[in-house]
């Protein structure tokens, strides 16, 4: 009998160390998690599904370095994961996947390592050196509700990083992790700006957190096509100011967080705040000003309301701001009327005074005013009609007698 219980445990314990043993070397799984955790010093690539003795709804590799391959002879990384069944993924679980390196150990990542991950849902890469993202290298996972790098550094993008990829909110039963998120955190961009257009492929994102990433340059198209994008972080980095038009597109923005900024204070630099009333953004942060020099420490909205803001004088009134006076429209219009008519009359008296100057003389003295005007030849002329008409009224008055040269006369 004993000898039949030592045989039966031994089975017992046999069965429990077998199916231990499936899983792979290097990993740790945690059951109340749904997660495996595997150390890439120990464990080798690649993952292969059919190893692990329970479904990897949340996969951590840790202390990684070197490649992310897509084939050999280092890859690929992952083996047989396209036919994962997820029926059974718990619901109050988001499906995610994070690659965390050994104290910032370099990484080179390849297109097409994630192959047959799409059943992934939120992937971070942590505190990695990263040499470059290259195009499409998130294709493979066809879309995320979470998408993080945090700390480290990333050297280049490729313009196409984020092509084939969709981020959006996605809703997850009995879980509150609706995100949609991007998000760049606590790494260094060391070219100090994202590549002109790498966000175009992303037209569903709502938020953007670019935090503490060394990005000193914000281009004026860079939300064009993110137009569903609700809220944005760009907290702790060099930059000194943001380009008007940056939000044109983003119509749905309701927040901007961004604290630790070394704000150029100027009337054209901080149109953001007029921008953010007039749209209903909710603006968080310290907005300090650190130049010009000699307002260094003010904060900005302060600054804005004392050298920027203009008080309007006119209120509700049509009109226009003259100094510390409201010249309304109707006192415009009545000055106008006015000044016409005085216009006209100045203009009628001058008229007038001229007119009145050249009539004067022939009217005082025609014979004088005549001879005046004219020429000196013209003059002997008028002289000689006049004898002329004088020699015929001597004749007249002798052939019609002395009656006909009172009535003459008369006339």
Same mark, same amino acid.
């Given at each position: 009998m004993e000898?039949?219980?030592?045989?039966y445990?031994?089975?017992?314990?046999?069965l429990?160390?077998?199916?231990?043993?499936a899983?792979?070397?290097?990993?740790?799984?945690?059951?109340s998690e749904r997660?495996?955790e595997?150390?890439?010093?120990?464990?080798?690539f690649?993952?292969?599904?059919?190893?692990?003795?329970n479904v990897?709804?949340?996969?951590h590799?840790t202390?990684?370095?070197?490649?992310?391959?897509?084939s050999?002879?280092?890859?690929?990384?992952?083996?047989?994961?396209?036919?994962?069944?997820?029926?059974?993924?718990?619901?109050?679980?988001?499906?995610?996947?994070?690659?965390?390196c050994?104290?910032?150990s370099s990484v080179?990542l390849?297109?097409?390592?994630?192959?047959?991950?799409?059943?992934?849902?939120?992937?971070?890469i942590?505190?990695?050196?990263?040499?470059?993202?290259?195009?499409?290298?998130?294709a493979?996972?066809?879309?995320?509700?979470?998408l993080?790098i945090?700390?480290g550094?990333?050297?280049?993008?490729g313009?196409?990083?984020?092509?084939l990829?969709?981020?959006?909110?996605?809703?997850?039963e009995?879980?509150?992790?609706?995100?949609?998120?991007?998000?760049?955190r606590?790494?260094?961009v060391?070219?100090?700006?994202?590549?002109?257009g790498?966000?175009?492929s992303?037209?569903?994102?709502?938020?953007?957190?670019?935090?503490?990433?060394?990005?000193?340059?914000?281009?004026?198209?860079m939300?064009?096509?993110?137009t569903?994008i609700?809220?944005?972080?760009?907290?702790n980095?060099?930059?000194t100011?943001?380009?008007?038009?940056?939000?044109n597109? =983003?119509?749905?923005?309701?927040s901007v967080?961004?604290?630790? +900024?070394?704000?150029?204070? %100027? !009337?054209?630099? #901080?149109? $953001?705040?007029?921008?953010?009333v007039?749209?209903?953004?909710?603006?968080?942060?310290?907005?300090?000003?650190s130049?010009?020099?000699e307002?260094?420490?003010?904060r900005?909205?302060?600054?804005?309301?004392?050298?920027?803001?203009?008080?309007d004088?006119?209120?509700?009134?049509?009109?226009?701001a003259?100094?510390?006076y409201?010249?309304? =429209?109707?006192?415009?219009?009545?000055?106008?009327v006015?000044l +016409?008519?005085?216009?006209? %009359? !100045?203009?009628? #008296?001058? $008229?007038?005074?001229c007119?009145?100057?050249?009539?004067?003389?022939m009217?005082?003295?025609?014979?004088?005013?005549?001879?005046?005007?004219?020429?000196p030849?013209?003059?002997k002329?008028?002289?000689a009609?006049?004898?002329?008409?004088?020699?015929?009224?001597?004749?007249m008055?002798?052939?019609?007698?002395?009656v006909?040269?009172?009535?003459?006369?008369?006339f």
């Amino acid at each position: 009998m004993e000898l039949i219980m030592v045989i039966y445990i031994s089975l017992v314990i046999g069965l429990f160390t077998s199916s231990k043993a499936a899983d792979p070397v290097g990993c740790t799984y945690f059951s109340s998690e749904r997660k495996y955790e595997c150390s890439a010093r120990t464990c080798s690539f690649p993952l292969d599904l059919t190893t692990f003795d329970n479904v990897p709804q949340v996969l951590h590799i840790t202390d990684f370095s070197g490649e992310l391959a897509a084939s050999a002879p280092i890859g690929p990384t992952f083996s047989n994961f396209l036919s994962i069944v997820t029926s059974g993924f718990d619901t109050r679980i988001v499906p995610s996947l994070v690659v965390r390196c050994h104290a910032g150990s370099s990484v080179i990542l390849t297109a097409g390592a994630l192959a047959g991950m799409n059943y992934i849902k939120d992937f971070r890469i942590i505190d990695c050196n990263i040499y470059n993202i290259p195009d499409e290298m998130f294709a493979d996972l066809v879309e995320l509700n979470y998408l993080g790098i945090e700390g480290g550094a990333i050297h280049s993008f490729g313009f196409n990083s984020f092509t084939l990829l969709n981020i959006y909110a996605m809703s997850f039963e009995n879980s509150g992790d609706s995100l949609g998120t991007l998000s760049i955190r606590n790494c260094n961009v060391t070219d100090g700006k994202l590549p002109n257009g790498v966000l175009y492929s992303l037209p569903n994102v709502k938020n953007i957190v670019l935090e503490n990433t060394n990005i000193a340059t914000l281009q004026t198209d860079m939300f064009q096509v993110t137009t569903k994008i609700t809220s944005l972080t760009i907290s702790n980095n060099p930059l000194t100011s943001i380009p008007s038009g940056l939000f044109n597109e =983003a119509a749905g923005l309701l927040s901007v967080e961004a604290n630790g +900024i070394a704000w150029d204070c %100027s !009337c054209s630099s #901080l149109w $953001l705040f007029d921008y953010a009333v007039a749209n209903n953004i909710t603006l968080r942060g310290d907005f300090v000003c650190s130049s010009p020099a000699e307002q260094s420490g003010k904060r900005a909205e302060e600054y804005k309301t004392e050298y920027c803001t203009t008080v309007d004088i006119c209120g509700s009134v049509s009109g226009v701001a003259v100094g510390s006076y409201c010249l309304s =429209a109707w006192s415009i219009s009545n000055s106008c009327v006015v000044l +016409i008519s005085l216009t006209i %009359s !100045c203009v009628a #008296l001058c $008229l007038a005074i001229c007119t009145r100057k050249e009539l004067s003389p022939m009217i005082e003295n025609p014979d004088k005013a005549d001879t005046k005007t004219k020429n000196p030849t013209a003059s002997k002329t008028f002289a000689a009609e006049q004898f002329n008409q004088k020699a015929e009224l001597t004749k007249m008055k002798k052939d019609d007698g002395q009656v006909f040269v009172q009535k003459w006369e008369g006339f």
